[in-house]
């Protein structure tokens, strides 16, 4: 395998570990049932797990200190 496809792969990974914490920290509440987001809702959803996706790397980063 070569340099950038693992870097992505331990990303991923990355990624996947931090999730639970990256959804509670975003605090997102959950779709009624039968009910969809719009693409506004969902462009907002997203950029809130992007930056809780930050806050939780950076909790890691100062709890492995």
Do not use: W
Request: aromatic share 4%; charged share 30%.
């Amino acid at each position: 395998m070569n340099p950038e496809a693992e870097r992505q792969q331990q990303k991923a990974k990355e990624f996947m570990s931090l999730l639970p914490l990256t959804v509670e920290l975003a605090g997102l509440p959950e779709c009624e049932p039968g009910k969809h987001f719009t693409e506004s809702q969902l462009e907002a959803r997203a950029t809130s797990l992007r930056l809780a996706y930050k806050a939780a790397r950076q909790i890691i980063m100062d709890i492995a200190k």
